[in-house]
């Protein structure tokens, strides 16, 4: 995620390679990386950081108390922002984790960030001002689109948003099958697919309308649509995404819960 993040703020002129820089964990990962972006990447940062404004914080939540304590050990300066993409860490979490008053931002963004379409939210902690959420907001716009929030929505968007690609490759994936087994070629299929779900998309966000209306419009009387449709609720399709969204926020939420660090 991070790499898409860096990748979609490049691609979008926000910053230039030689005011961002990037840590990993190995020496080999940091030249894997430095190699794809063309921007600095060490395992050895603490020089860099008071000369730094922002940094993002993108490791997985079993390692953010060892990421933070680092960060906390090396100096950090008093006005450096910090935001987390960390999923199911709270801002308070966070603070408590750094144990100064720096400004925290929490976010929440997706891969499609990587070409521009993403969709992130995000929230500020106790010492994060205005100003520190229009900085993360215009970091995230660059990537697509970026919404401000209550905390307490969190983890319901992280199974949304935050997991939903995952969501639609599937059912992307099952289509362009589909297409297959009917007798087009898979590249076909897939192309199709991937246009037409993206094509729907835009639609609901360019009309404003609701997406049972824009369904209705496709959908004629004893028409291939309706039989289709008429399917899909037999298999319950509702039911099973909105079965998949419930489990996937519940394991949001515990990916937060304080561990012994």
Same mark, same amino acid.
């Given at each position: 995620?991070?790499?898409?993040? =860096?990748?979609? =703020?490049?691609?979008?002129g926000l910053l230039t390679p030689d005011r961002i820089w990037a840590a990993t964990r190995t020496s080999a990962s940091a030249q894997a990386v430095e190699s794809t972006?063309?921007?600095?990447?060490?395992?050895?940062?603490?020089?860099?950081?008071?000369?730094?404004? /922002?940094?993002?914080?993108?490791?997985?939540?079993?390692?953010?108390?060892?990421?933070?304590?680092?960060?906390?050990?090396?100096?950090?300066?008093?006005?450096?922002?910090? =935001?987390?993409?960390?999923?199911?860490?709270?801002?308070?979490?966070?603070?408590?984790?750094?144990?100064?008053?720096?400004?925290? /931002?929490?976010?929440?963004?997706?891969?499609?960030?990587?070409?521009?379409?993403?969709?992130?939210?995000?929230?500020?902690?106790?010492?994060?001002?205005?100003?520190?959420?229009?900085?993360?907001?215009?970091?995230?716009?660059?990537?697509?689109?970026?919404?401000?929030?209550?905390?307490?929505?969190?983890?319901? =968007?992280?199974?949304?948003?935050?997991?939903?690609?995952?969501?639609?490759?599937?059912?992307?994936?099952?289509?362009?099958?589909?297409?297959?087994?009917?007798?087009?070629?898979?590249?076909?299929?897939?192309?199709?697919?991937?246009?037409?779900?993206?094509?729907?998309?835009?639609?609901?966000?360019?009309?404003?309308?609701?997406?049972?209306?824009?369904?209705?419009?496709?959908?004629?009387?004893?028409?291939?649509?309706?039989?289709?449709?008429?399917?899909?609720?037999?298999?319950?399709?509702?039911?099973?995404?909105?079965?998949?969204?419930?489990?996937?926020?519940?394991?949001?939420?515990?990916?937060?819960?304080?561990?012994?660090?």
């Amino acid at each position: 995620m991070g790499q898409a993040l =860096i990748q979609g =703020i490049l691609r979008g002129g926000l910053l230039t390679p030689d005011r961002i820089w990037a840590a990993t964990r190995t020496s080999a990962s940091a030249q894997a990386v430095e190699s794809t972006l063309g921007v600095p990447v060490t395992t050895r940062y603490e020089d860099r950081l008071p000369n730094t404004a /922002i940094v993002l914080l993108c490791v997985k939540p079993a390692h953010v108390p060892s990421a933070i304590g680092r960060l906390a050990q090396s100096g950090l300066p008093p006005g450096t922002l910090l =935001i987390s993409i960390a999923a199911g860490v709270s801002t308070a979490r966070l603070e408590q984790l750094l144990g100064v008053p720096n400004p925290w /931002i929490r976010a929440m963004p997706n891969t499609p960030s990587i070409v521009g379409e993403g969709m992130t939210v995000i929230c500020g902690g106790k010492h994060a001002t205005p100003a520190h959420l229009e900085q993360a907001q215009s970091l995230f716009a660059v990537v697509g689109r970026c919404r401000q929030v209550d905390e307490q929505h969190f983890n319901a =968007i992280t199974a949304l948003s935050g997991s939903g690609p995952a969501y639609v490759y599937l059912i992307i994936e099952a289509m362009a099958d589909a297409g297959v087994r009917v007798g087009l070629p898979r590249q076909l299929a897939l192309d199709l697919v991937a246009q037409t779900v993206g094509g729907a998309a835009r639609m609901v966000q360019a009309t404003g309308r609701h997406p049972a209306a824009l369904r209705d419009d496709v959908t004629t009387p004893a028409g291939c649509t309706i039989a289709g449709l008429l399917m899909l609720e037999d298999g319950k399709i509702r039911s099973v995404l909105a079965r998949a969204i419930e489990e996937a926020a519940q394991i949001a939420r515990g990916l937060g819960e304080t561990r012994k660090d």
